[in-house]
């Protein structure tokens, strides 16, 4: 792994806080511990995803609405997949299908 940005030490900095250790324990007590894609018990290490993407808000934590608990892997999913949604939506629409076709031949 290569060396933080300014940037990223300045995050990496600001998620050690103690304002942002409670509004994290916030988000996660209003979500009843629950990851909210996967309705599943959120485990240690969980994140607490950012949903504004610009680095000018990553410190604006005065609005509960703009932030979600995810585990682990559904947060890597989440990034992941954004770009591709963020240029073309309907990149859910196929997912959907393939899924749904997984579904199909695994239960026939």
Known sequence: MGKLSAAQKEKRDFRKSKAWEKFRHLVYVAQSGIDIIT??????????HHCDLREKNYKKIDDISRFC???????????????????????????????????????D
């Open 39 to 48: 309705h599943k018990k959120l485990y240690s290490g969980c994140n607490c």
């Open 69 to 107: 608990m995810l585990n682990k892997k559904t947060h890597e999913l989440v990034h992941w997949i954004f770009p591709y949604y963020d240029k073309d939506p309907a990149v859910i629409d196929r997912l959907i299908t393939v899924l749904e076709n997984m579904k199909r031949c695994s239960n």
